[in-house]
């Protein structure tokens, strides 16, 4: 913990004389934000609105990065202190009252972060995807139409984030600073009182910094279709998807999955709470030397618990349980689920080790505020590879160390939401490498992460 101390304290200095240009830049826009929002809403009712973000974020990785575990990384630090910036900033024009555009900014950038650029060239997509910089790149941008001939239905083309549910299977990845899943698509949105039922088709756009999106490719093309049967603190969520990517890379000439599953949940069942969710993953790949392997995966989440009064305002205690099946080597079919299109940062352990493929994670939390706008969520996870001959990241079995136990995590999250729109939260985590780890990684040692965030929006 003192070591964590003592580098954050040599990182802000380091970040002194950077930020000395920008600083100003920096601090007018927040001056501005604070100054104009008043001014801003008794201006709801014209047609043009006007919308932003500017969030900043330290955070410290101590035995591991973004692509690799323990001290002999290739590429990145192992131990590493860095600062994330993003500004997103929009303009709505209400055209009328069935017709908008909208358009809007994002500029990502990272500090003192252990990777070059060429670190996050992807082999499947032939380009840079990088997961925190994006700089000065169109974000949400499309036109809506709204009450169409008539009928509750809402269609919308263009830049736009998708994302349903507890975010589990379609969502934004929004933790990552560029944020994961942006798309291009079109989108019809079919509304009856609390029920809906979504239908869209389009690409996930690809963050390099040094290419505005419009002139490379997407990653996946995907279909999806998303229903939500509502009643009165629950819901049930039919799922239907499909991606693909045909453009050949170093690992297949093609990829074709398809997906069906549902999601139930109810937050009140006489003070009891539970969410369930089922994804049946099915499909083809063809290598690269031409073979075609069937795909047969699924994955599946559930939590439950109990919520009650504690220190006057709501408390949660639960346990959860996540499954995703792992590629089983004897086989010629792939066995390995994906995870479709959603969040992780949330989900299986807060320092972003684990993802839903070939995982099995146990989980205790307890959520509780102590007094108003202060929430405190602590969780404790188990992990386990469901196969033991697959991979973890990217550290194969090569060892054949009969072992599946990845480890144990514990993260403490804290959020004071000082208004509406402006928010604070830090956090902790230590993992404990389990023999899985230890025999395959010798330089594996137990790990902590820690960030600092503030994030403004208007």
Same mark, same amino acid.
């Given at each position: 913990?003192f070591?964590?101390?003592?580098?954050?304290?040599?990182?802000?200095?380091s970040?002194?004389n950077?930020?000395?240009?920008? *600083?100003?830049?920096?601090?007018?826009?927040?001056?501005?934000?604070?100054?104009?929002?008043?001014g801003?809403? @008794?201006?709801?009712? @014209?047609?043009?609105?006007?919308?932003?973000?500017?969030?900043?974020?330290?955070?410290?990785?101590?035995?591991f990065?973004?692509?690799?575990?323990?001290?002999?990384?290739?590429? /990145?630090?192992?131990?590493? /202190?860095?600062?994330?910036?993003?500004?997103? $900033?929009?303009?709505?024009?209400?055209?009328?009252?069935?017709?908008?555009?909208k358009?809007?900014m994002?500029?990502?950038?990272?500090?003192?972060?252990?990777?070059?650029?060429?670190?996050?060239?992807?082999?499947?997509?032939?380009?840079?995807?990088?997961?925190?910089k994006?700089?000065?790149?169109?974000?949400?941008?499309?036109?809506?139409? *709204?009450?169409?001939? !008539?009928?509750?239905?809402?269609?919308?083309?263009?830049?736009?984030?998708?994302?349903?549910?507890?975010?589990?299977?379609?969502?934004?990845?929004?933790?990552?600073?560029? !944020?994961?899943?942006?798309?291009?698509?079109?989108?019809?949105?079919?509304?009856?009182?609390?029920?809906f039922?979504?239908i869209?088709?389009?690409?996930?756009?690809?963050?390099d910094?040094?290419?505005?999106?419009?002139?490379?490719?997407?990653?996946?093309?995907? $279909?999806?279709?998303?229903?939500?049967?509502?009643w009165?603190?629950?819901?049930?969520?039919?799922?239907?998807?499909?991606?693909?990517?045909?453009?050949?890379?170093?690992?297949?000439?093609?990829?074709k999955?398809?997906?069906?599953?549902?999601?139930?949940?109810?937050?009140?069942?006489?003070?009891?709470?539970?969410? &369930?969710?089922?994804?049946?993953?099915? &499909?083809?790949?063809?290598t690269?030397? /031409?073979?075609?392997?069937?795909v047969?995966?699924?994955?599946?989440?559930?939590?439950?618990?109990? /919520?009650?009064?504690?220190?006057?305002?709501?408390?949660?205690?639960?346990?959860?349980?996540?499954?995703?099946?792992?590629?089983?080597?004897?086989?010629?079919?792939?066995?390995?689920?994906?995870?479709?299109?959603?969040?992780?940062?949330n989900?299986?352990?807060?320092?972003? $080790?684990? *993802?839903?493929?070939?995982?099995?994670?146990?989980?205790?939390?307890?959520?509780?505020?102590?007094?108003?706008?202060?929430?405190?969520?602590?969780?404790y996870h188990?992990?386990?590879?469901?196969?033991?001959?697959?991979?973890?990241r990217?550290?194969?079995?090569?060892?054949?160390?009969?072992?599946?136990? $990845?480890?144990?995590?514990?993260?403490?999250?804290?959020?004071?939401?000082?208004?509406?729109?402006?928010?604070?939260?830090?956090?902790y985590?230590?993992?404990?490498?389990?023999?899985?780890i230890?025999?395959?990684?010798?330089?594996?040692?137990?790990?902590?992460?820690?960030?600092?965030?503030?994030?403004?929006?208007?």
């Amino acid at each position: 913990m003192f070591s964590i101390v003592n580098h954050i304290s040599k990182k802000l200095f380091s970040l002194i004389n950077l930020y000395r240009v920008k *600083s100003c830049f920096i601090v007018c826009l927040l001056l501005l934000v604070m100054i104009t929002p008043q001014g801003w809403a @008794d201006q709801k009712d @014209d047609k043009f609105s006007f919308d932003g973000e500017v969030r900043l974020r330290y955070e410290l990785m101590d035995g591991f990065n973004a692509k690799a575990y323990g001290e002999a990384v290739k590429a /990145g630090e192992s131990h590493d /202190g860095f600062f994330l910036s993003r500004i997103r $900033l929009g303009m709505t024009y209400n055209v009328n009252s069935n017709f908008l555009l909208k358009i809007s900014m994002q500029d990502a950038r990272a500090f003192e972060w252990g990777f070059n650029d060429s670190d996050w060239y992807n082999r499947e997509f032939g380009m840079e995807n990088n997961p925190q910089k994006d700089h000065f790149e169109l974000y949400h941008t499309y036109l809506q139409l *709204s009450n169409i001939n !008539g009928l509750p239905l809402v269609m919308t083309i263009g830049r736009q984030k998708i994302a349903y549910g507890d975010n589990r299977v379609f969502g934004p990845g929004e933790w990552g600073n560029s !944020g994961k899943w942006v798309w291009d698509a079109a989108k019809f949105s079919f509304t009856k009182g609390d029920h809906f039922v979504d239908i869209f088709y389009g690409g996930n756009m690809l963050h390099d910094p040094n290419k505005f999106s419009l002139s490379h490719r997407w990653g996946y093309e995907a $279909l999806g279709i998303y229903g939500h049967y509502a009643w009165k603190k629950g819901g049930i969520e039919p799922i239907l998807a499909y991606k693909h990517n045909d453009n050949g890379n170093a690992s297949y000439q093609s990829l074709k999955h398809y997906y069906a599953g549902f999601r139930v949940y109810d937050d009140d069942v006489a003070g009891f709470f539970y969410n &369930g969710t089922f994804i049946r993953q099915l &499909g083809e790949q063809v290598t690269v030397s /031409g073979v075609k392997r069937d795909v047969d995966a699924y994955g599946w989440h559930l939590d439950a618990g109990y /919520g009650f009064k504690m220190f006057g305002e709501k408390a949660k205690i639960g346990t959860a349980l996540s499954y995703a099946t792992g590629d089983n080597s004897s086989t010629q079919d792939i066995e390995r689920f994906d995870g479709v299109f959603g969040a992780t940062d949330n989900f299986y352990g807060r320092m972003n $080790l684990m *993802s839903w493929s070939n995982l099995k994670d146990s989980e205790i939390f307890f959520i509780f505020a102590p007094i108003k706008n202060l929430k405190i969520k602590t969780e404790y996870h188990r992990f386990w590879m469901e196969d033991k001959g697959d991979k973890w990241r990217q550290y194969v079995n090569g060892a054949l160390v009969n072992e599946d136990h $990845l480890g144990d995590e514990f993260d403490i999250v804290v959020t004071y939401d000082h208004t509406k729109k402006f928010q604070f939260q830090t956090g902790y985590g230590h993992f404990w490498p389990g023999d899985f780890i230890k025999q395959n990684i010798l330089s594996g040692r137990s790990s902590d992460w820690f960030f600092l965030q503030s994030d403004l929006k208007f």
